[in-house]
């Protein structure tokens, strides 16, 4: 059977997937927002799963003005962090073109760039456009890539944009994401306790989330089925 491996950064990414969780094509995992473990979860994959392809899935943050969130990006390749290229397979990309325009879902094919750590202030996120050329940037699609091209079998990134390149992460927010993938609610409000300055950031940070997490559930509907069964 072929079968799909997906990495996810975090538990409501993966929980987006809704009904296809119970597919037997499909393999599922989080990281945490770690690389090292994202890198982990995709050759268990391959190696103890038998999966057949690689998708990086979830929300990622802009890095130049060309989007916005909402957005839903495709990469044409993934930029690593010493400037190398990793292309995405083109087996999915036609499929998933397709598909879009029969939903009326905009695909922005873009190059996505690998961080290993959060991109946290504007500064920094358009120095890093400039640097790879790429418009989005995320700390699982580098990682799920690099095994794909050893193991030699296709991957592509699909992610729903959350925050612009303007939006500066607020400190409050910083560290939210256990390493299981779950968001530190506790945490995350103690801190803005101490920093009551971070709520519009914060609240910024809400609406963007939650214009990508929608995009997202319409990538989980109307995109993802396309790939099951395909490689």
Do not use: N
């Amino acid at each position: 059977m072929k079968r799909l491996g997906i990495v996810c950064g975090v538990k409501a990414e993966e929980a987006s997937l809704g009904v296809l969780l119970d597919e037997a094509e499909l393999k599922v995992g989080v990281s945490g927002a770690s690389s090292a473990r994202a890198e982990d979860l995709a050759r268990e994959f391959v190696e103890d799963h038998g999966c057949s392809a690689l998708l990086s899935y979830g929300v990622s943050g802009a890095i130049t003005d060309a989007l916005k969130p909402g957005d839903i990006a495709l990469a044409r390749a993934i930029v690593m962090g010493d400037g190398t290229r990793i292309e995405t397979s083109r087996v999915f990309s036609p499929l998933l073109a397709e598909a879009a325009a029969r939903s009326g879902i905009i695909l922005k094919h873009v190059d996505m760039a690998d961080a290993s750590d959060v991109v946290t202030d504007e500064a920094a996120k358009r120095a890093l456009g400039r640097k790879t050329g790429a418009h989005a940037v995320d700390m699982e699609s580098g990682a799920v890539a690099h095994v794909a091209r050893e193991k030699g079998i296709p991957f592509t990134a699909l992610r729903a944009i959350s925050d612009s390149v303007e939006h500066t992460l607020p400190h409050a927010a910083l560290g939210a994401v256990g390493p299981g993938g779950d968001i530190r609610v506790m945490t995350t409000i103690l801190r803005l306790v101490l920093r009551p300055q971070d709520l519009p950031a914060m609240m910024r940070l809400a609406a963007g989330s939650s214009r990508g997490f929608k995009s997202l559930g319409r990538c989980s509907r109307d995109l993802v089925p396309t790939l099951l069964g395909v490689v």
